[in-house]
């Protein structure tokens, strides 16, 4: 990639133990996992947050999000999205009968 990096701060890093963070999102994505699809994969963040809790895994909700985000995991939404104009580009547009000039003076 054009970077100049020593080869012993490359295995250094390589052969680093994973730090404490890393070590504990490990943990708990599996947990995560589990209790969204043991709630049918609609419990969203707050819910999934909530339910670890009420199991004494204590884990902030910011933390929950970000674990959720990268394993890809989504709530369920309710309703549906209203669409109120289906533009066809097939069709001819209407031309303007009334002879108007937009153009400034």
């Known amino acids: 990639h054009g970077l100049k990096i020593a080869t012993s701060t490359y ?3 390589k052969n680093r133990t994973p730090s404490t963070r890393t070590v504990r999102d ?3 994505k599996a947990q995560i996992s589990r209790v969204h699809t043991d709630n ?6 707050r819910k ?14 910011c933390t929950v999000a970000r674990l959720m985000r990268d394993l890809g995991l989504e709530g369920a939404r309710r ?11 097939g069709h001819d547009r209407a031309g ?3 002879q108007r000039d937009f153009t400034a003076s």
Do not use: M, N
């Open 11 to 13: 295995y250094a890093a």
């Open 79 to 89: 309703g549906k999205k209203i669409r109120t104009t289906i533009r066809d580009d």
């Open 26 to 28: 490990t943990e708990l």
């Open 48 to 61: 999934v947050w909530r339910q670890l809790h009420r199991e004494g895994i204590p884990v902030a909700r």
């Open 96 to 98: 303007d009968l009334l």
């Open 40 to 45: 049918f994969s609609v419990y969203g963040v």
